[in-house]
């Protein structure tokens, strides 16, 4: 390709709108251009990127026996009623009418579709297992689109969904694209962790988010450095501590804290560790008859210890908690504890409330926690006897660095991570309210057992930058590059030399199947060079009259700190052997 | 491909909707699946003829120079109200709202967005000229719509949109993607036909059609056989009748035709042939005033010979019709004719009206039309004798075959045709309301000229099955088949050598790069042989156990009427020279 044939069109400033560095640099390197909130134009050399992202998983995915459709991007919302989430998904679902005043939604995914197809396609156990994909526009109507192709209204994304006879086929479709993912994900050349995810109320270990390691990434990845162990944070178990209790050492004794409403304020207030305190959270559920209509109501007191953080996830498996609950109102805690948030604690309530305690918290002897009465903490609090011991002990709060690894080998660390890839069982989530059935063996109906598996194909190349880049630019990996090579000739415009040269070496890596730009703009070398740089073309060669006269030419990846010189002849051989992808 | 992985569902019955081949036979082959009205989801067999129709307008359009980016699909109402085609165009403009009462659309073409870019980001002459596309999903609302892919909501389109300094340069541009769709349309191994097409308002004969020719076709194709003249029906020329008019030879006489208000009637009753009848059409044009009121009208009648049937595109270039013109009301007709349509004539008109004369019509002698009295013709009528000379002579007709061709080198023919591609000249019509300009040479400010360039991916297919299929299903031509090749075996379950033979000639051909399936679902051979006769891959091997025993395997095309034998060694080398793409 030659660079004028092209559409380049860098920018030096970014956009006002770009937080984060993948957003500024694919918008200053021409790659994807703002139409709306969350709408972006994909221009050529941010297409590139997109296509060979595509081209890997659409590879991987054939090769994993997944077989590839289109499925339409305006759909009709009759299907969506079937499953009920045409009225229970919110403004994120996007809703259409058509002439006709028929109401369409436009694609966040697939799975209603395709239970669709296969209700009607997979007949008989005969023709399962099957797992068909597509790769096409969805839209999502965020409340506050943004970060660019990160957080975007309309994108692309891979989704997959496979149909099994029974859970153990689900299972192995599960773990070919657990497989399939892993290759997919090497490719691309990026750190990732595949780390385990919660898979809310479908149960089962088969949920996995494919985080793209990143310091700017929203979610927190807890994995295990002596071990494989690797789990989102909603997910990632914190064990119950080793050993009993420790005995009371102190009396309970009651702390005026004026004003220190917090863990933080308290310990240091009283100068002790932080660890020494406990927090509290009033959580409630309610009891509703056949009309819904609420008919009683229990409070919760959730204790967690004042440096922990509480897991809403984990919360919500704790039996009498799982199935749906709400924070306390203000005149409910009043009601209960007698004072307003700050100051509540297990003892001494005014009504009795469900105690649920951390694994840690139970464990804990000589803690601090809330009188239940304005400006007053307890101190010296034991359990047994200063307060009955917790009606459950659970694990309810986020783990933190240092925790030990739930595989028991070795100690957790935590870095930030970027999902572009979620694989999941389903069940029959889908299959049953929407009567999707094949006929089994034995003559018999049964439904689907499911899965989906998803990749964010334009998510891809923006996590990807946030993983690599420097104040320059972007610096891709090979396999997603926009191109791989970009010669840079000095001059060509006045030396037949270097013209002839870079013409030559372009098109012999070009007939030598590598993706290569020739820049013939004529731009000065200064802007050239950072034009390519922001861009993050991997590999560089420049071709000048010295170096020809020389017989050296100047090779240099984005990573280099310097160029290293090349014997005019062997170029073509040397950028071949630099070539990963 | 082994079949068993991939997913073949063919029905015996085509749905009641479908009337249509391509639609009929796209979806017993499973090809296409039904969502909604105009809805379909690309079942895996045909989206691999969709990719391959991608594939090969990809490559020629990135060998015209063109550079491929990708536009929204959901696109913000601003700049379609810029151009004003938010109001103007109807409802088959799909109108969303978001989550924040913001004006959306589904993108039916991308003038709009793509001359936006083109204003941001071709600043300079210097970037011209400059050729971007796209192949994309498309919604368009249409009222009815049906034959399958070939008017259906949501499709694939390639749109390309050029950009020049000048008119030289947009012709240049033009004749650059003549070229490369001719290009294409040879590649894809179909009957096709470019003709020129009406540029409307825009003028220029920059205006092409790519007609796929097909009994069932929508439009009407006029050609030259002996030259390559083409033209569609709203374009192609009726040439002067050579030589004057012939002299009067029969007295003008009023003729009782009662309740005969057809030509073809009178013709009947008076026993003449049609030819000598003449057809009144009567139209009206409006002038206004500021403020949109009709101030006056003019009533037209405009005559065609009673064989021919009058060309509305062709009516509204006449002078004084070329600002927009309406079918008159029956008040109006009373009122000037004296009576109501089916007895109209130019003579003893009651009030004036401007007579438009088609050229055959013109140089008519003794020729029949309405008395302006219901059940009365007029016979042995004669321009100068018994009526002015008309106020204009003009070209207002459809060409018949046998008409002579404009380009003199012959007689018209006609042919039917399926509209897949159409290249335009744009000129000015969106960068001068979008305000899209460029700095040229001078440093002046000038606005684009610009060519838009469309092929519909999706209805393509369709046409190529409307051109080739027989009773039994479809004929691929080679390049867009699903598969070029289909290896049967016959009893494979229950012979070790067919079982051999069949994956040693499918892995040789996968090896060789050709595009095989073998069935080796363990159909009856009945059944399996009609499946890829209804799905219509072109190359078909069948390998039997006696077959292997004699030495000799059957190949048979789709279009063959008998399989021939071939030497079981020579297969490979037999199939492989049958291919031609």
Chains 1, 2 share one sequence.
Request: aromatic share 8%.
């Amino acid at each position: 390709m030659r660079a004028s044939q092209f559409l380049i069109s860098t920018l030096k400033e970014a956009p006002a709108d770009a937080e984060v560095a993948s957003h500024r640099l694919m918008t200053r390197a021409g790659m994807i251009k703002k139409l709306g909130a969350g709408i972006y134009t994909f221009m050529p050399m941010g297409l590139r990127v997109i296509r060979k992202v595509e081209a890997i998983v659409r590879e991987e995915m054939n090769r994993a026996g997944a077989v590839e459709l289109t499925m339409p991007v305006v759909q009709p919302a009759e299907l969506w009623q079937e499953t009920g989430r045409f009225d229970k998904m919110g403004p994120e679902l996007l809703r259409i009418k058509d002439r006709h005043e028929r109401d369409f939604v436009v694609q966040p995914t697939s799975e209603e579709v395709v239970t669709d197809i296969g209700r009607q396609e997979l007949r008989s156990y005969k023709q399962l297992p099957k797992n068909l994909y597509q790769i096409q526009t969805k839209f999502r109507d965020e409340r506050r689109p943004r970060f660019g192709l990160m957080r975007g209204r309309e994108f692309i994304m891979k989704d997959a969904y496979s149909f099994d006879r029974d859970h153990a086929g689900a299972q192995r479709s599960y773990q070919a694209m657990a497989k399939a993912y892993r290759a997919i994900f090497d490719r691309f050349g990026l750190r990732y962790r595949a780390v385990a995810a919660d898979s809310g109320a479908i149960g089962g270990d088969l949920s996995e988010e494919f985080q793209v390691i990143a310091a700017t990434g929203e979610d927190a990845i807890v994995y295990c450095p002596e071990s494989d162990y690797a789990a989102n944070m909603e997910k990632a178990e914190a064990l119950a501590p080793k050993g009993p209790r420790e005995a009371a050492s102190k009396p309970m004794t009651k702390t005026p804290t004026p004003g220190k409403s917090t863990c933080e304020d308290v310990a240091a207030l009283l100068n002790v560790p932080l660890q020494t305190t406990v927090k509290s959270l009033v959580l409630a559920t309610d009891e509703t008859n056949d009309k819904g209509e609420v008919v009683k109501s229990q409070v919760w007191l959730l204790l967690v210890r004042g440096d922990h953080d509480m897991n809403e996830i984990k919360v919500g498996k704790v039996p009498g908690l799982d199935n749906g609950f709400r924070f306390a109102t203000v005149p409910e805690i009043v009601e209960h504890f007698g004072t307003k948030p700050g100051y509540l604690g297990p003892i001494n309530t005014k009504k009795p409330v469900k105690v649920v305690a951390d694994r840690e918290v139970a464990v804990m002897a000589d803690w601090i926690c809330g009188a239940n009465e304005e400006d007053f903490h307890i101190t010296g609090v034991n359990w047994g006897r200063d307060l009955p011991e917790p009606d459950a002990v659970a694990d309810i709060r986020n783990v933190v660095e240092g925790d030990a690894s739930p595989d028991g080998k070795g100690k957790l660390a935590i870095e930030r991570g970027i999902e572009v890839g979620h694989i999941f069982y389903l069940g029959t989530k889908y299959s049953v309210p929407m009567n999707a059935t094949f006929l089994d063996e034995d003559g018999k109906p049964k439904p689907f057992e499911m899965g989906c598996y998803g990749i964010g194909i334009t998510r891809l190349p923006a996590a990807a930058i946030e993983q690599n880049h420097d104040e320059r630019g972007i610096i891709w990996p090979d396999a997603i590059a926009p191109f791989s090579v970009v010669v840079c000739p000095i001059g060509m415009d006045r030396s037949a030399d270097v013209k002839a040269a870079a013409e030559k070496l372009h098109d012999d890596l070009l007939a030598a199947g590598v993706d290569v730009i020739l820049d013939d703009r004529g731009e000065r070398p200064g802007a050239m060079f950072a034009d390519w740089e922001l861009i993050g073309v991997p590999h560089r060669v420049v071709i000048s009259d010295r170096g020809l006269k020389e017989g050296q030419l100047e090779y240099q990846h984005r990573r280099d700190a310097a160029a290293t010189k090349v014997p005019a002849g062997e170029v073509f051989t040397f950028v071949k052997g630099k070539l990963t992808a």
